[in-house]
């Protein structure tokens, strides 16, 4: 470890200045998100103000993970491998997320029931009523939205 | 450490005092394999929070109305203090892996002692704030629509008259206790894990004070408490009015 050059297992000793300045850096963020929040933001094209909003609050909160992911978790000094490793949870997370592109695209809606239910209780059902068939199903406990 | 490890034949020139287990070329080796294992360990942990965070993200978008009625509940103020605390705390475990690197023992167990400290004041604030929810009967249960009705009746008038579902309000409330309940799951987790870290380095333990990677992967898990945290404030404490 005494050689000044960087080799892929040296590591790094980061100063205290930057992790401080990394600190002001995450809590004026986090003062920028709450002051942000109180204001509804006007709408954007075709974006209402809720998704202006919505959007800033998340991106701030993106900038604050990546703050603390490359220099509180060390990464940014970090091997090859080990940033191969942060991204694999990530990208995983982004390809879950893809899932509500099924969501979207698909023209299903809820049957009724979850809504007919007695406000703020799960359903119950009695043995004779789980055994009198209901409304007849299409199979996918969902119809189709006219 | 066994006498295998001091066998000639390794020709590493390590002896007791090294931090180096056998099965490795060099210590860098050995600190990138524990790194990486780290890594694997808190990437199955994102994909843990982001089914929850995947959920959330589902009904948020179906029932934004109430569930914007139903935040109206978190006390943001609570909420903005408590990412500060645990902000702080990143930055005071942070300090605890760099006095490892420099070894300097006293500060190390400082640093971690304010880092637990920090953990037990996010702590006691959640304690307030779930006091407060469950005194308003605000938590998923049977009883919930007739209990919590005595808050949503008086915000629904504040709001416009805005009729509020009471199923999705629920959801909400089950939302935010199963996200921070799991969150402050972890926050305990961390208190012991630190907890453990402190006393191996208050009895000189050469398994952390050889090298600095185990007080290191203890500061990456407790990092990544703080990161879930950064999006759960903005998620659940600070939701647009929607339009």
């Given at each position: ?24 850096a ?13 204001v ?33 978790m060390?990464?940014k ?31 299903y ?33 969902v119809?189709?939205?006219? | 450490?066994s ?7 390794h ?47 589902l ?14 509940h ?8 408590n ?7 990143s ?21 971690l ?50 009729a ?15 996200m921070?309940g ?53 998620l ?6 929607p339009?």
């Open positions: 470890m005494s050689s000044k050059t960087s080799t892929p297992h040296e590591h790094h000793i980061v100063s205290t200045g930057t992790y401080f300045v990394t600190l002001i995450l809590v004026v963020l986090m003062i920028a998100t709450v002051a942000i929040a109180q509804n933001l006007n709408a954007i094209g075709p974006f209402s103000g809720t998704v202006v909003n919505q959007v800033i609050a998340l991106v701030i909160a993106v900038a604050k993970a990546m703050l603390v992911i490359t220099v509180f060390g990464v000094w970090s091997t090859t491998l080990t940033k191969l490793w942060v991204a694999s949870g990530f990208v995983t997370l982004i390809l879950l997320f893809g899932i509500l592109g099924d969501y979207v695209t698909r023209h809606e809820h049957q009724s029931g979850w809504e007919k239910i007695e406000d703020g209780s799960l359903p119950r059902f009695t043995p004779d009523e789980r055994t009198v068939p209901g409304p007849k199903s299409n199979d996918l406990n119809k189709i939205r006219q | 450490m006498a295998i490890t001091n066998s000639p034949d020709g590493h020139g390590h002896g007791h005092d090294s931090a180096l287990h056998h099965q490795f070329e060099d210590i860098g080796q050995q600190n990138e394999s524990y790194i990486v294992g780290m890594w694997v360990f808190l990437s199955t942990e994102v994909m843990f929070f982001g089914a929850l965070f995947f959920i959330y993200t009904y948020r978008w179906n029932y934004q109305q109430d569930f914007y009625i139903a935040h109206e978190l006390n943001v103020i609570m909420g903005a203090v990412t500060t605390v645990l902000l702080f705390s930055f005071t475990m942070v300090m605890a892996v760099q006095s490892a690197q420099l070894k300097k023992r006293g500060h190390v167990i400082g640093y002692l304010m880092t637990i400290a920090c953990a037990c004041v996010f702590l006691i604030i959640k304690y307030f704030e779930y006091s407060s929810k469950l005194a308003d009967h605000l938590y998923p249960g049977a009883g919930f629509a007739t209990d919590a009705q005595a808050a949503f009746g008086e915000h629904a008038i504040e709001a416009g008259k805005v509020v579902n009471m199923n999705h309000a629920q959801l909400f409330y089950s939302l935010y206790f199963g921070t799991l969150h402050a799951v972890h926050i305990i987790a961390g208190i012991l894990v630190i907890g453990a870290l402190i006393r191996l380095w208050f009895n000189n333990a050469k398994s952390v004070t050889l090298d600095f990677v185990p007080t290191e992967m203890v500061g990456l898990y407790w990092h990544f408490v703080d990161l879930v945290w950064i999006f759960l404030f903005p659940f404490y600070l939701m647009p009015k339009h």
